[in-house]
């Protein structure tokens, strides 16, 4: 059911409410979770969103400080779910997850008032009268899906700029990272409008449910698998999408490479979250002789990051379910371990592993580990690791290491990646100003920062004429009935390319009244001294 109220919003405008009489929050463990609930929940958005509710510039910042509030008022349940479901340290859950969503909201609080505003443009000589604006649309009723690796940051990044876009979100955290997603639906409601915002929680079931009512833009965190499958669901709507998917992410060192640093970096990437980052380095590719020097620094790194205990180190989490367990235990059979290879099932416990004499045809090199094994593949030179990598799948992040400039260049121009670090792994998805995302399987669209909000509105373009009769007059050669003369005058005015900028508009006013002034005191002058 859903009726109709009005409250004051705080622009003092009275704006109609939809309620809902009942909760909005569907959650398979309270079982009340039904088809016809989760349709309902999108249809409620849906009226809720008609009502311009969310349009309001005040509204939205008023959302994004609430959903602040949530990360600081709730950080130790958030923090302590992140630890139920995949061991992540405090530590590694505010620098990963939290505060990387807070800078997301802040950065959005600041900016909002610009980013709204309407962008003027460039005009050509055939709109000299009107005004050409590009204004920032919210798309309507969002769905945002994530994923169960980082199940706060992949999931609220996107709710951030669908928040600030304007836009009613229909938000779904990964059922796999469970604690997250319960902690999400329980508590957010008391910090953000729940009516805009509601939480659905669910699995394939529930994701597939929801994927059978029209969206205006759909937001997907996870595997390439289940992505053609959102982008299937999409295409009975034309439903705008990004997807964020993953894929295979290698990395070539060379010989003029720091190797001591290299294998630090490709091991603290690695080591993140115990392997399973979309952005993870997923396979080495090197000559023998740097594989060699690589495998010594290798096992000093480890050493050094845990203490020489990797199993006792609270900075390594663990695998998050039986089921991935399985599958990267399967991964490892009838492979050569140099380094690692230390599992325990009980705890979900994979050491982080390095597998030598890999051959590209092994069952590893087939998908994307998403876990702390680190296959090496031996190669000649930078073109053999240039033609293994466009042989595969785009990647959603490549890493080079090298100091050598023509290598830099060549993966540069001749590679192509959703991103690209040069002697690190990781550090673009925190870079400020760089937009995150795939290309090709690895995904679509990109996202973060202004990339966000940009994500989450449509860039509509205005032209706006008025009657102005000498305008009229001018255009009226559009009107029919044609003649050689005006289709000629119209073909000029079209190809012209000139640009009128109304930057200097005020300078050159002043300029032609300054010109009109001394000329007319001339003559004025002139015409005295003849009397
Ligand atoms: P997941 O199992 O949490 O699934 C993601 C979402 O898809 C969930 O909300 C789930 O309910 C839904 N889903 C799963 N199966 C479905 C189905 N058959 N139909 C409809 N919906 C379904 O996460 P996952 O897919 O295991 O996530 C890991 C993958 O995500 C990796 O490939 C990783 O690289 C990728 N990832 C990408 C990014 C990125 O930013 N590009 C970030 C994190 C993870």
């Not at 005040?58 to 349940?77: A, I, T, V």
């Not at 992505?227 to 009975?236: H, L, M, N, R, V």
């Not at 894929?247 to 720091?258: I, L, R």
Request: glycine share 6%.
């Amino acid at each position: 059911m859903i009726s109709l109220e009005s409250e004051e919003n705080m622009d003092g405008q009275f704006l109609p409410r939809v309620k809902l009489t009942q909760s909005s929050i569907i959650d398979v463990d309270d079982g009340v979770k039904t088809n016809k609930s989760i349709s309902e929940t999108v249809e409620c958005t849906r009226e809720i969103f008609k009502t311009h509710k969310t349009l309001p510039l005040s509204f939205r910042k008023e959302q994004l400080k609430g959903l602040l509030d949530f990360f600081e008022k709730e950080e130790k349940s958030i923090c302590e779910a992140l630890y139920a479901d995949l061991k992540k340290s405090h530590e590694e859950a505010l620098i990963a997850e939290i505060s990387l969503v807070k800078k997301e909201i802040r950065n959005h609080l600041n900016n909002l008032d610009d980013w709204i505003k309407p962008e003027k443009v460039k005009k050509s000589i055939a709109n000299f009268f009107d005004d050409l604006l590009i204004t920032s649309d919210p798309y309507g009723v969002v769905l945002v899906i994530g994923a169960w690796n980082y199940p706060v940051f992949v999931l609220f990044m996107p709710v951030v700029g669908a928040i600030a876009g304007g836009n009613c979100v229909v938000i779904k955290p990964s059922e796999v990272a469970e604690a997250t997603s319960s902690v999400i639906s329980r508590l957010l409601p008391k910090y953000i409008d729940n009516d805009c915002y509601p939480v659905i929680t669910g699995g394939p079931k529930e994701t597939t449910e929801l994927l059978q009512n029209r969206f205006d833009y759909i937001f997907y965190t996870g595997s390439s698998q289940v992505g053609k499958i959102i982008y299937e669901a999409a295409s009975k709507y034309l439903t705008p999408v990004t997807l964020e998917l993953g894929g295979k992410s290698p990395v070539y060192v060379d010989k003029t490479a720091n190797l001591k640093l290299t294998a630090k970096r490709i091991l603290w990437g690695k080591g993140q979250n115990g392997g399973q980052v979309c952005i993870a380095p997923d396979y080495v590719l090197c000559t023998p002789e740097v594989q060699a020097k690589l495998l010594g620094f290798m096992e000093d790194a480890i050493k050094e990051f845990y203490n020489g205990s990797v199993k006792t180190s609270k900075d390594f989490g663990r695998i998050i379910n039986q089921r991935h367990f399985d599958r990267l235990l399967k991964l490892l059979k009838n492979q050569n371990i140099a380094i690692g290879g230390h599992t325990d099932a009980a705890e979900r416990f994979i050491s982080p592993t390095i597998l030598i004499d890999v051959r590209p045809k092994d069952p590893i090199m087939q998908e994307e580990i998403f876990g702390p094994l680190l296959p090496i593949i031996n190669v000649r030179n930078a073109q053999e690791a240039i033609e293994f990598i466009n042989a595969r799948e785009k990647p959603l992040a490549l890493y080079l290491f090298t100091n050598d400039g023509n290598v830099k260049k060549d993966f540069m121009e001749k590679t192509s990646s959703g991103g690209m670090v040069i002697n690190d792994t990781i550090m673009h998805i925190v870079a400020d100003g760089l937009p995150f995302g795939g290309v090709g399987n690895s995904g679509i669209g990109a996202y973060k920062g202004k990339y966000t909000f940009d994500t989450f509105v449509h860039k509509k373009s205005v032209l706006s004429k008025s009657f102005n009769p000498l305008q009229e007059k001018i255009e009226s050669v559009k009107y029919p009935p044609m003649t050689p003369a005006s289709a000629k005058f119209i073909v000029n005015v079209a190809k012209s390319n000139i640009v009128i900028s109304t930057r200097y508009l005020t300078h050159a006013l002043m300029f032609a009244l300054g010109v009109a002034v001394t000329v007319s005191s001339y003559y004025i002058n002139k015409k005295l001294n003849e009397k």
